[in-house]
């Protein structure tokens, strides 16, 4: 018996019980896996999956992002009364958005959403692709350049009625700062002629920033803007136009709203994106604007702690 | 997705077993390093609305030919024959081209007030179809409509008052062909090319022809001299067609050609795997080769049988010319070589092959060794263009059970043919010169032919003529699994491992062979360079 | 002397019979066969002389009586015990000349006037089996008085007796008695020459059979039912036009005569069946093989059947039977192929009518065709258990005739008569 074994596992892990390698020698283009924009995430919208989804983001996403982050959300009556697919536009700063965003969501539109998610990162693996399409509904996007597949999968999701969630900054952010926003929203925008809300996410950087090792449970605030309507606009100005709303945004909830309203209008290039970038001031501010952080954790308590201090 | 090329596969060590046929069944057999594998193209895109184009090929029609509404007129008699069920393989899903393009042509005899019209299959020395293979190929429409007025018929190579002498060619072929479809004032032929060596000439003065007919191509010097006979500008069986079908024009037989051309769409869903790549396969295509493959193999030769005779194939129509016969057979075999055609270097030592369910010759039935004989050696041997994939003197191994089972039914003469002629001989021009005579003239196999459902009495003795040149080119055919009893009267060996093949082979042709193996099926044809 | 001997011993046959399908050799051993020591048997009266067996042939009726696995209707017709053997070719040891023995015991043997049968030459249906001075027996080999084959001496009539001509080996001659038989069973059918005649079975009997035909028949389509590669062969060798397995006979029947079948019925088939295994299998095929009115010949010994005789009412078919030898009658003019000249007993009458003896015909044919290689195995009587055992599965075994080899057992044998 004890000979048997290794030829046994041998041979399960042997073609055809596992895939074949593919052949180095072939003279044609080598077979690759329908991964990246290429992935096909049709599944993930049937409805038993959309069921599970909805279940899982209610009873198990809802309560942990509010555990973790505990977010105040803004804004929400601009967009409840609005009807049909939307395109949700934010700043991104963090993994932990796109989950946060999700469940903060006006209910019609939470569970028939999809996210655009970089189809490099997200969906470079078989598991991570079926993880991510399935448990958010992501839709692979490609970030750098233009993808007509991608392209053409998200107008037409928004064409049967899918909003979509986007971070038109293409990526998180390194620093905390704002970057400035890719044109592909826009376009996307024009194309099915949806209009785009945009939405200031603030407090992320600070639980999980691109760099963190762990997280640390703070305080978010989440800011919904007025719908814009991308009729009769060009891609570039609706860009800009999406990017100074969200700036917009960040100085309501900062200042206030008439301030920022003036601002609106009075500042040429508003964005998140600081013209000082680099500098220490830049980060000093904004950290001076974020929400507070819990001062310490509730558990594991460090007893005696508060006699050194 | 454009369809990608076929290709040949040289085999290292990292290269995974490869999928090979066997009879009813299939499995996976490893190569030794340097083998070739000829893997067919993809299948190509098929024609995404085929009934306009059906429309279109019959109204612009190719050569010098007037379109089909222009011949038809008022008062005549339309013939329309058609292949039998010897064609495609597998059958493909409902609807059939035939029926299709039947379809088309009978509504536009419709429209012109055509009221006398004939459908003949062209069974030449074929078995008859059955009442379900005829409603599959024609459609229940067309059947019904058809078949109760004695209006579809089935031709009949036995019958002297439906058969007409149209006098010899210029090489003294005698030219008698169906006294209805030569005595029509239109002929239209519908035909369906899977492979390059259908259509053209060969479909009315082969399809239907009369054994008086039929024996001036089909016998052992005109196949030994077809090289091959997929390849029609060396083939001796098409020079005689053609020149017996110059012959039935010029006595003014109105031929109207219709042919078609279907990609290589072979396996429908569930068995999709078996016309992937091996390192293609996913979890889904691999599970389903794991229990197909192991169900196969586990349960009885009848089950398995009917199992895989259920297969319809997805084919999908990718060409469709309509008109004179030549010019329409040239544009025709283009669009076969550009689906199947694959360039390979040079001939190899050893050729293998495995060898699947379904032949032309047993559709809804048993593959008894003879068949086995000439799928492997007419049929795969000859896939090729320019020289064989194997050189003068190489082996082919072929894979198949090869029983001696037969169907008493389709194939009675077989039973005769293998009991008593094998037995004596299996030289192809000994069997022609001392039984053909007598199995040809048998009146019991007549009458089979004419009323039931058996193949005629000499459909063996092609069979064997059809490996003639392959018997001719070779130095030893090797049946891998087959039967030892069935392998030997055959004249072949029979082995049990691919290794022992190999090995047995090498005592053939020399120590260190080369070996290419055929990926088939889906078709590929070789165009060895 | 060393013999062979049957007893009458119910339990023993019955044991033998109960056995004979599972073991041969416990079927021997438990059977009613015994070697023993017995005294010679003795001279009946002057026209007997004693004969010392050289070979000794094993026949398929021998075989059936060892393994007790024919029917009860011979035991009336022996005289137990007895010592088998038929097939003898041994040593008159009153002229020390090489004889064979024609083995019947008919009028003639029995010093008895000859009875209706006798004198019109058909010995084989002689009506004395159980009369005159010597005990029940059909032939030599069943009968108390005379002894048999399997033995070192047994006691035959002068007139059994045919000398051997010295170009014949030893293993040529112990297989004239069964060619005589295939002989006769050929000639006591109505041929032309030119039928198509199927022989059903490649034992020694079959192939004797076969080997008659292509003697007395040269132009016949001959068509074998041959089981085994070796039988295949030694047909071929004999001059088989055709041979076939055993479930191909009636396919190969509809096509030689190109008629129409339909179920298990043939409008045609071949003119003459010889069935030389006698089974209900080979009986039944043979009958379904011949064409209309035609015959079928049962040459091999057949036994209990159970065979579907509507075939052989509707198609008119007559089935006969075949044994042993007598004269033979052939027209001269159809037979000049032949070289009779060497023939004792040939006799011409004015309608060119030659009267040969069967027995006599069979040697002379035994000059042309030397059947000698047919034996096949050779033993001494003491390993008669293997001998028997391999005789009764010879086709598998490619064994065609087995027989028992005297010429050497002179020193083992210690009797008073010792020459």
């Given amino acids: ?309 | 997705m454009t369809s990608r090329p076929g290709f040949v596969l040289e085999v290292d060590r990292s290269t995974p077993p490869i999928l090979m046929w066997h009879g009813n069944s299939y499995r996976l057999e490893r190569f030794p390093k340097g083998a070739r594998i000829l893997y067919p193209p993809e299948p190509q895109e098929p024609i995404k609305d085929p009934k306009s184009a059906i429309a279109q090929a019959l109204e612009s029609p190719t050569g010098d030919s007037k379109p089909l509404s222009a011949l038809l007129h008022k008062g005549m008699r339309l013939v329309i024959a058609f292949d039998d069920v010897s064609l495609p393989l597998p059958q493909m899903q409902a609807p059939d081209v035939r029926q299709m393009v039947i379809e088309a042509v009978l509504e536009k005899a419709a429209e012109h007030g055509v009221d006398d019209v004939y459908l003949i299959a062209a069974l030449a020395l074929h078995r008859r179809m059955t009442e379900g293979e005829l409603r599959h190929a024609l459609g229940a429409r067309v059947y019904d409509a058809f078949h109760p007025r004695k209006r579809l018929l089935q031709h009949d190579a036995e019958d002297p008052s439906n058969l007409v002498d149209l006098g010899t060619t210029e090489h003294g072929e005698v030219v008698e062909i169906n006294k209805l479809a030569a005595e029509a004032d239109l002929l239209v032929y519908v035909n369906i090319n899977l492979v390059s060596m259908d259509g053209g000439h060969k479909s009315v003065a082969t399809g239907l022809a009369s054994y008086r007919s039929i024996r001036h191509h089909h016998n052992v010097k005109t196949m030994v001299h077809s090289k091959s006979f997929m390849d029609m500008h060396n083939s001796e069986l098409h020079t005689s067609n053609w020149r017996m079908g110059r012959h039935i024009a010029s006595q003014g037989v109105k031929i109207f050609q219709i042919e078609t051309t279907l990609n290589t769409d072979t396996f429908p869903k569930p068995f999709e795997f078996l016309s992937k790549r091996e390192w293609e396969w996913n979890l889904k295509d691999r599970t389903a080769f794991i229990a197909s493959s192991t169900s196969l193999q586990a349960s009885p030769d009848w089950i398995s049988r009917d199992i895989m005779h259920k297969i319809r194939s997805p084919y999908k129509l990718t060409g469709i010319n309509a008109g004179e016969v030549e010019a329409v057979h040239a544009k025709t075999l283009d669009k076969v070589f550009s689906q199947q055609l694959v360039n390979v270097e040079g001939q190899s030592d050893i050729l293998t092959m495995g060898l699947p369910f379904v032949g032309p010759y047993n559709v809804n039935s048993i593959m008894n060794p003879i068949l086995v004989y000439c799928l492997a050696l007419g049929y795969f041997f000859n896939m090729y263009i320019g020289k064989p994939l194997v050189r003068p003197g190489g082996v082919v191994i072929i894979s198949h059970p090869n029983k001696a089972e037969f169907d008493p039914a389709f194939h009675p003469s077989y039973i005769d043919f293998y009991e008593q002629v094998l037995t004596e001989t299996t030289d192809p021009k000994e069997i022609e010169k001392r039984f053909e005579e007598s199995f040809a003239n048998d009146p019991w196999y007549i009458h089979l032919y004419r009323k039931g459902n058996a193949y005629h009495g000499v459909h063996p003795f092609y069979m064997w003529y059809w490996g003639a040149h392959a018997l001719d080119h070779l130095g030893g055919v090797i049946i891998l699994g087959g039967d030892p009893k069935a392998t030997r009267r055959l004249g072949f060996q029979p082995a049990s491992t691919m290794m022992d093949a190999i090995e047995m082979a090498k005592s053939v042709v020399g120590p260190d062979p080369s070996i290419t193996h055929l990926h088939s099926p889906p078709l590929v044809m070789a165009k060895v360079i | 002397m060393r013999s062979l001997v049957i007893e009458q011993n119910l339990r023993r046959m019955a044991s033998a019979k109960l056995l004979a399908g599972t073991s041969a050799t416990a079927s021997l051993k438990w059977g009613p066969l015994s070697i023993k020591d017995v005294d010679p048997p003795g001279l009946p009266n002057s026209q007997w002389v004693r004969v010392r067996p050289l070979l000794s042939g094993i026949c398929g009726s021998d075989l059936a009586t060892v393994f007790a696995s024919t029917t009860r209707y011979f035991e009336p017709l022996v005289s137990f015990p007895f010592t088998p053997g038929h097939e003898i070719v041994g040593v008159s040891l009153d002229t020390g000349t090489r004889v064979v023995v024609e083995s019947a015991l008919t009028c003639k043997a029995r010093d008895l006037p000859l009875c209706r049968f006798c004198r019109d030459g058909k010995d084989e249906l002689c009506e004395s089996v159980a009369a005159g001075n010597i005990k029940e027996g059909i032939q030599i080999g069943y009968c108390k008085s005379t002894g048999g084959g399997w033995s070192q001496e047994l006691v035959a009539h002068r007139s059994q007796l045919w000398p051997v001509d010295d170009s014949l080996s030893d293993e040529d001659a112990v297989l004239v008695e069964p060619l005589a038989c295939a002989l006769h069973s050929v000639q006591s059918t109505v041929l032309h020459g030119t039928e198509n005649v199927a022989v059903v079975g490649a034992g020694t009997v079959g192939l004797l059979t076969l080997a008659s035909l292509a003697y007395l028949f040269p132009k016949l389509s001959i068509s074998v039912v041959a089981k085994y590669s070796s039988q295949r062969a030694a047909a071929s060798r004999l001059g088989a036009t055709q041979i076939v397995a055993e479930d191909e006979l009636e396919r190969s029947a509809r096509r030689l005569s190109h008629s129409f079948r339909k179920g298990g019925w043939l409008s045609g088939g071949y003119d003459v069946v010889f069935d030389c295994v006698g089974s209900s299998k080979s009986l039944s095929s043979s009958i379904s093989s011949v064409r209309p009115g035609g015959q079928v010949v049962a040459v091999g010994m057949p036994s209990q059947v159970d065979i579907d005789l509507t075939p052989l009412w509707h198609r008119e078919v007559s089935l006969k039977g075949s044994y042993a030898y007598g004269v033979e009658v052939l027209p001269k003019e159809r037979f000049t192929h032949l070289d009779l000249t060497e023939c004792l007993s040939a006799t011409e009458d004015r309608d060119g009518q030659v009267s040969i003896r069967t027995f006599d015909l069979a040697l002379c044919a035994m000059k042309t065709l030397r059947l000698g290689w047919m034996v096949s195995h050779r033993y001494p009587l003491e390993n008669y258990v293997d001998a028997l055992e391999k005789a009764a599965r010879a086709g598998s075994h490619d064994a065609i005739k087995v027989v028992f080899d005297l010429r050497k057992s002179k020193s083992v044998w210690k009797g008073k008569d010792d020459l």
């Avoid at chain 1, 399935?134 to 998200?154: F, H, Q």
């Avoid at chain 1, 900062?254 to 290039?269: C, G, P």
């Fill in chain 1, 1 to 309: 018996m004890s000979k048997e074994l290794p030829k046994i596992t041998k041979v399960l892990s042997e073609f055809p019980f596992r895939r074949a390698k593919v052949p180095g020698t072939l003279p044609v283009e080598r077979y690759k896996d329908p991964l990246g924009t290429s992935f096909d995430t049709e599944w993930a919208r049937k409805y038993p999956i959309r069921l599970l989804r909805a279940l899982l983001l209610d009873n198990l996403l809802r309560p942990a992002t509010k555990l973790i982050a505990s977010p105040e959300v803004y804004g929400l009556d601009r967009v409840n009364d609005l009807k049909g697919p939307l395109i949700f536009a934010s700043n991104h700063a963090s993994h932990l958005d796109t989950p946060l965003l999700l469940c903060n969501l006006p209910e019609r539109f939470r569970h028939r959403c999809v996210v655009a998610a970089g189809a490099d990162y997200f969906f470079d693996r078989r598991w991570k692709s079926y993880l991510w399409s399935g448990l958010l509904g992501a839709i692979p996007i490609e970030r750098n350049r233009v993808n007509r597949r991608s392209a053409e999968l998200s107008t037409e999701l928004i064409r049967k009625g899918w909003s979509l969630l986007i971070f038109p900054e293409g990526g998180r952010t390194q620093d905390g700062l704002g970057q400035s926003f890719k044109g592909g929203v826009a376009q996307l925008a024009l194309k099915s002629g949806t209009p785009v809300v945009p939405i200031y996410l603030e407090g992320t950087f600070e639980i999980l920033g691109k760099n963190s090792e762990r997280i640390r449970p703070g305080k978010t605030r989440i800011v919904f803007g007025s719908p814009i309507d991308p009729t009769d606009k060009d891609a570039r100005n609706l860009t800009k136009e999406i990017e100074a709303a969200v700036a917009v945004l960040s100085r309501e909830v900062h200042d206030n709203y008439w301030d920022a309203q003036l601002a609106r209008y009075q500042d040429e290039h508003l964005s998140l994106t600081p013209k000082d970038r680099g500098s220490w001031i830049a980060e000093w501010n904004r950290s001076a604007q974020a929400p507070k952080r819990h001062t310490s954790p509730k558990w594991p308590r460090y007893f005696g702690s508060s006699k050194k201090t």
